[in-house]
């Protein structure tokens, strides 16, 4: 399979607790985006990485989230002290872009489903 | 104005019929525009890419009305399989300065046997 991978699918953690993601994107895509989504509501941009630098973060990133790409292909995204309000889908996405070029088509992963207790 | 709009729906529609969805966007300077497909606890997938000369994939065509900010999906000859989420989504610039995707709520559509 040559898609968008991430796991764990699921997760339930107590409240408190730290938890981290992986997302492995497609070989040859050198960006690779965060979103989470919650019910009813369409992904939200949290941070993206051009191959291993992370160029931008969104203000829902709140100090407690962290996001690394170390060698340019897998990304992990740890979230520090979870709260309930951390409960969402998180979806990782990938692209071929160069800087400066619109946006083109993104591909997501199924996603990792955070359940905080 | 939202930056992405959509009418949530659901859209309940018998099979065969044809449906259409409106999006409209706020940011003229956009210039990406796509249609994603949600099923229900899945990932959005790539529907189609939104041209300003239009473009049509089999049953479904899309549209793009600059002047007005407005993004249609048409689909015809509805399939039960065609019941999805569909999410409009466009390019803004973000707090930073870039561009980034920014996606719709969604349009729920619903096809009746």
């Known amino acids: 399979d040559t898609g968008v991978s991430q796991n764990p699918r699921h997760k339930i953690t107590k409240r408190g607790q730290n938890v981290t993601f992986r997302c492995d994107p497609i070989?040859?895509?050198?960006?690779l985006y965060w979103y989470r989504q919650t019910l009813g509501q369409g992904p939200e941009f949290l941070t993206y990485?051009?191959?291993?630098?992370?160029?931008?973060k969104s203000r829902l990133l709140s100090d407690r989230f962290s996001a690394e790409r170390p060698k340019g292909s897998f990304s992990t995204l740890e979230i520090q002290r979870t709260e309930q309000g951390d409960s969402a889908m998180y979806l990782c996405?990938?692209?071929?872009?160069?800087?400066?070029?619109?946006?083109?088509?993104?591909?997501f992963g199924p996603g990792t489903r955070l359940t905080v207790l | 104005r939202k930056e992405v709009e959509q009418d949530p729906g659901p859209f309940n529609v018998p099979e065969g019929a044809t449906v259409a969805f409106n999006c409209t966007y706020s940011?003229?300077?956009?210039?990406?525009f796509f249609w994603y497909r949600q099923d229900c606890r899945k990932e959005p997938k790539l529907l189609m890419s939104?041209?300003?000369s239009g473009n049509e994939d089999g049953r479904f065509t899309a549209q793009l009305n600059r002047a007005s900010q407005y993004i249609s999906l048409l689909i015809r000859d509805s399939k039960l399989s065609d019941s999805a989420t569909y999410l409009c989504?466009?390019?803004?610039?973000?707090?930073?300065?870039?561009?980034?995707?920014?996606f719709g709520k969604g349009t729920k559509l619903s096809v009746i046997p």
């Open positions: 989504v466009v390019n803004m610039v973000s707090g930073a300065g870039s561009y980034q995707l920014t």
């Open positions: 940011n003229s300077a956009s210039q990406s």
């Open positions: 990485f051009q191959n291993e630098a992370q160029l931008e």
């Open positions: 070989s040859e895509h050198n960006r």
């Open positions: 939104v041209y300003s």
């Open positions: 996405a990938s692209s071929s872009q160069r800087l400066g070029q619109v946006p083109n088509e993104q591909f």
